[in-house]
């Protein structure tokens, strides 16, 4: 059926499509100082894919989980973004980025709601989030994100 959305084989397989896709689209790469590095944190497949292959258009190299606790075990490599679903199983996204921030990570940390942004935008940055925006992130919000992280 194919590779597991998350494997190591589903990222490269993912990477070559996008490569190609560029091409197609005659889409220039960003001119980024440094390779970015993400991380996506979403316990929807469609969500993790979508971002993923936004970000990896921009030439920035993601990684994604679907789970706080992955996120927590990862959360020690560091990141220059971190992009976060407010509403996941388990461990949501406030007392994910509450633990992330407890640790002490650096990282740029985006929140993303699929909820109300008037209760949820307050509510993320009090956990710890840097800003909050609206599902499904849109191309240009997420290049204003990059190009201030580039300005770093």
């Known amino acids: 059926m194919g590779a597991v959305p998350d494997s190591p084989e589903r990222k490269e397989s993912l990477s070559s499509n996008s490569r190609g896709h560029e091409r197609g689209n005659r889409r220039a790469e960003p001119a980024f100082r440094g390779r970015l590095t993400a991380l996506v944190v979403d316990g929807v497949t469609v969500c993790r894919l979508l971002l993923y292959h936004?970000?990896?258009?921009?030439?920035?190299?993601?990684?994604?989980?679907g789970s706080g606790q992955e996120a927590?075990?990862?959360?020690?490599?560091h990141y220059d973004l971190i992009l976060i679903d407010r509403y996941m199983h388990n461990m949501n996204g406030l007392e994910t980025i509450r633990r992330m921030r407890e640790r002490r990570?650096?990282?740029?940390?985006?929140?993303?709601?699929?909820?109300?942004?008037?209760?949820?935008?307050p509510a993320m940055i009090k956990a710890g989030a840097d800003d909050?925006?609206?599902?499904?992130?849109?191309?240009?919000?997420?290049?204003?994100?990059?190009?201030?992280?580039?300005?770093?």
């Open 105 to 121: 990570v650096q990282s740029k940390i985006i929140g993303l709601t699929s909820g109300e942004i008037e209760t949820d935008k």
């Open 72 to 77: 927590l075990e990862l959360a020690e490599k």
């Open 132 to 152: 909050c925006f609206v599902k499904p992130l849109s191309a240009d919000t997420l290049a204003n994100i990059l190009a201030e992280l580039n300005r770093r």
């Open 54 to 65: 936004l970000l990896e258009l921009s030439g920035v190299e993601t990684m994604m989980v």
